[in-house]
């Protein structure tokens, strides 16, 4: 059983940066991967970006493409979020997730696709 805790979450003003990071216990990541979604009151659960731990290849949604960075680090058994330039529209609560096989891209954009999830930090925009 793999557990996943968020932390670093808070509120940020407009065009100001925050870094998520997700603590994975009970397993190493291997060939895991690991994303992030989000999901802000009244809406659905929506893909963010992933990290193919065993090769480190990444994939973002274009609504976060060029303002945020998904990253690992091994030694701390974490995947970290950067979010730069954040705007009123990332407010959102953010859900760490992880899946031990990894398959294709399209599949790992889906909720369905992921085994384990934390429990979520909120993340709150203002302008």
């Known amino acids: 059983q793999v557990q996943l805790v968020e932390s670093g979450g808070g509120l940020v003003q407009a065009g100001g940066s925050l870094r998520l990071s997700c603590a994975a216990s009970g397993s190493t990541f291997g060939s895991f991967v690991l994303g992030w979604f989000r999901q802000a009151p009244g809406k659905e659960r929506e893909f963010v970006a992933a990290?193919?731990?065993?090769?480190?290849?990444?994939y973002y949604a274009d609504s976060v493409k060029g303002r945020f960075t998904i990253s690992g680090d091994n030694a701390k058994s974490t995947v970290n979020l950067q979010m730069n330039s954040l705007k009123p529209e990332d407010t959102a609560v953010y859900f760490c997730?992880?899946?031990?096989?990894?398959?294709?891209?399209?599949?790992?954009?889906?909720?369905?696709?992921?085994?384990?999830w934390g429990q979520g930090t909120q993340v709150t925009v203002s302008s």
């Open positions: 997730a992880a899946d031990r096989i990894g398959r294709d891209w399209a599949t790992m954009t889906r909720s369905n696709g992921y085994d384990y």
């Open positions: 990290l193919r731990w065993s090769g480190r290849t990444t």
